[in-house]
């Protein structure tokens, strides 16, 4: 059984930073391309970032580039979010997504992803 279990998310200031890790059972994580996304209230849930299994090449939303960097410890089986310089508007619930193993293209859509986390509560306070 698949499970993808996020933690690391809190309550931050404006400026701050977090760190969120994404931990894999059920799947080995080098031949899965992982992502993140994020869901305000109200809001559809958005692409962040992904890293690909294969040379783990990356790819980040606009509105994050530049201040979130996504990371994979294929030993730890753990995907990462750092977030630097954090504003209100990146307050959200964060998911750690999977795509099917070895899929040749990543994807940014929720569509293109087959596990899904249970989310963690980011906010971040102004």
């Known amino acids: 059984q698949v499970q993808l279990v996020e933690s690391g998310g809190g309550l931050v200031q404006a400026g701050g930073s977090l760190r969120l890790s994404c931990a894999a059972s059920g799947l080995t994580i080098s031949v899965y391309t992982l992502g993140w996304f994020r869901q305000a209230p109200g809001k559809e849930r958005d692409f962040i970032a992904y890293i690909h299994w294969n040379g783990d090449s990356t790819r980040y939303a606009d509105s994050v580039k530049g201040r979130f960097t996504i990371s994979r410890d294929n030993a730890k089986n753990t995907v990462y979010l750092q977030m630097n310089s954090l504003k209100p508007e990146d307050t959200a619930l964060y998911y750690c997504?999977?795509?099917?193993?070895?899929?040749?293209?990543?994807?940014?859509?929720?569509?293109?992803?087959?596990?899904w986390g249970q989310g963690t509560q980011v906010t971040v306070s102004s």
């Open positions: 997504a999977a795509r099917r193993p070895r899929a040749v293209l990543p994807g940014t859509k929720t569509s293109d992803y087959d596990y």
